[in-house]
């Protein structure tokens, strides 16, 4: 399941907080023998807690879904992707993150609105989709030596050079534990099947040449590739262009550009915290603005 570009959360808490703002104002909610709770009152506590990120999510949301379109079906397209990969356990994830069905959904699409804005401007061009679905049918062969640190990586990689027998070299210095057994050889495999990182460097290879240590998750990496050839079954074809231009785009997106966009579009919006309590809600997206506005009215004042 993707995980929202500016990691946030709606809670089930959070939708009640902006439904209290439908009520009247000083409609009793709850009755009782020891005193009765307004709707102000539940207003007022929730806003101290979680008001500031109530905010946060309906601005932005608002923000996006102005610029943006995200159908009911592609949401639901995104919650039943959430239910086939959680399986049985959806329900309980549900609990654990404080989620209602429709709260999730809720999140679902704000995670679309986010990665809209996100993609946004970014390009594919029509060679890098032919060299995705290539590489998307076709088949490796290698092996790999394990290293924990890029320094260890490069004396291993010396040795090779030199004539070391790959598979003793991957038994003594290899930090997988599987190595001691395979000597490093990891097989054939597809597309997909390893980190993004270690399948790019592979890839790049010639055949039966030792690169440089490639560093993943994992630790750094000296690979040798022995084959490459075409999948025994083809992963992707024209037909899946469109799909593969939006999954490089989506790679391609740098997160970090998500702050500016959106609160790019809260300054075209002139969207302004009135209430002082909750000022701080935007301050990652308006901050910088209302800062020089203050500056220019301070210097307006000044003449």
């Known amino acids: 399941m993707k995980k929202t570009v500016l990691a946030l959360t709606m809670a089930a808490s959070v939708l009640a907080l902006s439904a209290c703002s439908d009520k009247s104002e000083g409609e009793v909610i709850l009755t009782s023998k020891a005193g009765d709770i307004t709707q102000t009152e539940l207003y007022e506590k929730m806003k101290e807690t979680i008001g500031e990120n109530t905010l946060q999510l309906m601005a932005i949301e608002k923000v996006l879904a102005d610029k943006y379109t995200v159908t009911d079906k592609e949401v639901k397209a995104e919650v039943d992707k959430a239910k086939e990969q959680l399986g049985e356990q ?3 994830y549900l609990v654990q993150q404080g989620h209602t069905t429709e709260s999730f959904t809720e999140m679902m699409r704000l995670n679309l609105l986010q990665e809209k804005a996100l993609v946004d401007g970014v390009e594919v061009s029509d060679k890098e989709v032919d060299k995705r679905i290539e590489e998307m049918n076709t088949e490796l062969t290698a092996r790999h030596v394990l290293l924990a640190d890029e320094e260890t990586a490069l004396e291993v990689k010396k ?6 027998d790959f598979a003793e ?3 003594e210095f290899s930090t997988e534990e599987a190595a001691k057994d395979t000597g490093g050889d990891l097989g054939t495999f597809g597309y997909g099947a390893m980190v993004a990182e270690f399948w790019n460097g592979a890839y790049a290879l010639e055949l039966n040449t030792i690169s440089e240590p490639v560093q993943s998750e994992h630790g750094f990496h000296i690979i040798e590739v022995t084959a490459k050839g075409k999948a025994a079954e083809a992963q992707a074809t024209k037909d899946d262009t469109e799909k593969i231009r939006e999954e490089i785009r ?11 966009k959106v609160g790019k579009l809260m300054k075209d919006a002139d969207v302004k915290v009135t209430d002082e309590e909750l000022k701080a809600a935007l301050d990652m997206f308006l901050a910088k603005d209302e800062k020089e506005a203050d500056k220019e009215e301070k210097e307006t004042k000044e003449k």
Request: a negative charge; zero cysteines; hydrophobic letters at 45%.
């Open 90 to 92: 959806f329900d309980m």
């Open 250 to 260: 989506f790679e391609k997106a740098d997160p970090n550009t998500i702050i500016e």
């Open 159 to 164: 040795k090779l050079e030199e004539g070391a």
């Open 169 to 171: 070299v991957a038994k």
